[in-house]
């Protein structure tokens, strides 16, 4: 039996504009949009003063399958996702085994296809080991090939602190690069400096004079450098500082850039003062900053 659901006079927020209109819902799926008679066998539900979003896409997810399933599965998140109304993901690839080969990363879409509630996609992995081998593939098939993670495997996994690796990458890729940005080498310096003085025992608010906004910005701007040189696509992952916001382009349109980047909730919401009060529970990679 089809069941239905009519959702009246609802505010629909979509491409920029809010439309008053009605919509439809069989079997759960949205079966028409407009002025729609209120059909004997629907639940009706008045949407005046409600609205009606698309779902989100969240671009950068760890979803921990597999190989680390004890914290979650591709079930569980994308169960918790779409509760949120995150309809969409991407799922990066410092899963175990880090995903680094395209036996790997097909596995992982074998996977979600079978256990998750929302639609999914997956960055191939890509650091000094595999480059060679991934540039052999045809990369533009790939959704994009991302570095983010892999860093917690071994250390030198990070694309910002190989500049030869990173200028072969921007000139022969072509797909999406998706970076975390920071440099290694100016961290691990700082966590250096930081060890002397404290031991094992650092405090939680010198986590972001570790992570320094001059590790972010010298990554960042590093590999906006190669992307124009090279016209390639870039995105930079959960940018956290106000620096580097001023290195990225605003006088034209979305759908015209090659390089974009986001930020996340944290990043935004909380500042380096909330250390004090907080501790490490607020311990993120890029860290929280002024």
Known sequence: ????????????????????????????????????????????????????????IDGQVHFREPGLTHKGDLYSESKAAVAGGVTSFIDMPNTVPNVLSVDILE???????????ANFGFFMGVNGDNLDEVLKLDTSKFLAVSDDGLYFT?????????????????????????????????VEENENLFREKYGEAVPAECHPLIRSEKACYEATKQAIDLAN???????????????????????????????????????????DEDYARLGILIKWNPAIKT
């Open 1 to 56: 039996m089809t069941k239905k659901t009519l959702l009246k006079n609802i505010g629909i927020v979509n491409e920029g504009s809010v439309i008053k209109a009605d919509i439809l819902i069989e079997n759960g799926l949205i079966a028409k949009i407009g002025h729609i008679e209120s059909p004997n066998d629907a639940k009706i539900i008045d949407g005046i003063g409600k609205y009606v979003l698309p779902g989100i």
């Open 107 to 117: 596995e992982k879409y074998r996977l979600a296809s079978e256990k998750s509630l």
């Open 154 to 186: 071994k250390k030198g996994n990070l694309l910002a602190d190989n500049p030869q690796t990173l200028e072969k990458l921007f000139a022969n890729c072509k797909s999406i690069i998706a970076i975390h940005s920071e440099k290694e080498q100016i």
């Open 229 to 271: 040189k090279y016209k390639a696509k870039l995105h930079i992952l959960h940018l956290s500082t106000e620096a580097e916001t001023h290195l990225f382009r605003n006088d034209i349109p979305l759908e015209e850039k090659n390089i974009t980047t986001e930020v996340s909730v944290h990043h935004l919401w909380f500042s």
